[in-house]
C-alpha cells in the first residue's frame, strides 16, 4: 500500500495556496462549439484543456520524441490549471471545487510508457492547492495525436466539495 502524497503548500484557502505557488486561475477563452463545462446534477464535467497561458499554448510536439518529460509535467500542470479556472465558473469558489475524476491524454511516441508520471504533474498540483479535495481517480493515456499539436490533455469530473 502506498502512502498519499502529503499537501504541503502553506495557505489558509486553496487561492492562498495557488498564489504560493506562483500561480493564478487564467480567464478562459470563450468557444463558440462548446462550453468549458457542464453542470449534470452534482456534477461538473470539465471539457478538455490544454496548456494555454494567456492565450499562448505553451507547447507543441510528441511525448518521448520532440518533448522532455520534465516538460510535459509541466505541461499537464498547466491544463489542470485551466480545468480548476472551468470548476470555479461552475461553482464560483476554489474552495468548493472538489476533483472526482481525471482524464489525462498525452501525445506520446509509441515505445513511451510513462503517461501516468506526465499526469502525475497535474495530480500533483491539485493536491498542492486542493488538498484533500484534490485527489482523485485518474486515467493516463498515449495517444498518436492532440489538437494544435500539444502534448498534454486534461479532462475532468468535479463535484462541488462537503
Known amino acids: 500500500m502506498s502512502v498519499p502524497l502529503a499537501q504541503t503548500v502553506q495557505g489558509g484557502t486553496a487561492l492562498e495556496r495557488l498564489a504560493n505557488l506562483g500561480l493564478e486561475l487564467p480567464v478562459l477563452s470563450a468557444n463558440a462549439y462548446y462550453v468549458d463545462h457542464n453542470k449534470v446534477g452534482d456534477s461538473i464535467h470539465i471539457s478538455g484543456q490544454l496548456p494555454f497561458k494567456d492565450g499562448v499554448l505553451l507547447g507543441q510536439g510528441v511525448v518521448g520524441r520532440d518533448v522532455e518529460l520534465g516538460a510535459a509535467r509541466e505541461l499537464a500542470r498547466h491544463a489542470a490549471l485551466n480545468c480548476l479556472a472551468a470548476a470555479v465558473q461552475a461553482l464560483g469558489d476554489l474552495d468548493a471545487v472538489r476533483v472526482v475524476q481525471m482524464l489525462v491524454?498525452?501525445?506520446?511516441?509509441?515505445?513511451?510508457?510513462?503517461q501516468s508520471k506526465v499526469a502525475e504533474g497535474a495530480s500533483e498540483l491539485l493536491i498542492e492547492v486542493l488538498g484533500e479535495n484534490g485527489r482523485h481517480s485518474r486515467t493516463a493515456i498515449g495517444v498518436a495525436g492532440l489538437p494544435l499539436n500539444t502534448p498534454v490533455e486534461i479532462q475532468m469530473v468535479c463535484t462541488a466539495a462537503s
Open 105 to 114: 491524454f498525452v501525445a506520446s511516441a509509441p515505445d513511451f510508457g510513462l
